[in-house]
């Protein structure tokens, strides 16, 4: 879908305004694919070209780290989509203690 929306030539959201051919064809291709394995290598295939001739510098990619005391119950799984388990955590964690 994100190659769709802002890698392939002439979408809006392609800031840098990159295009690349055999990108934008192979994408049509993939999407039509119904053979899984090899829609994935079109996909992996996609990923190269992009990171490696691609019109964006990705400047970092956030990482979510969370480290608790043994005194803090928390759920098994975190939700990574805000810090603190989704802005959840006073719903979600308790004093275990």
Do not use: C
Request: aromatic residues 16%; proline residues 2%; charged residues 20%.
């Amino acid at each position: 879908m994100m190659f769709s929306l802002a890698y392939k030539s002439g979408v809006a959201w392609n800031e840098s305004y990159w295009s690349h051919d055999a990108f934008d064809q192979l994408l049509l291709a993939a999407r039509a694919e119904l053979d899984e394995a090899k829609r994935q290598e079109m996909y992996f295939e996609m990923q190269d070209i992009a990171a490696n001739q691609g019109g964006v510098a990705i400047p970092m990619f956030a990482s979510y780290v969370f480290v608790t005391a043994d005194s803090v119950g928390t759920p098994e799984a975190f939700s990574s989509n805000l810090d603190l388990d989704g802005a959840r955590f006073m719903e979600r964690w308790w004093k275990a203690s």
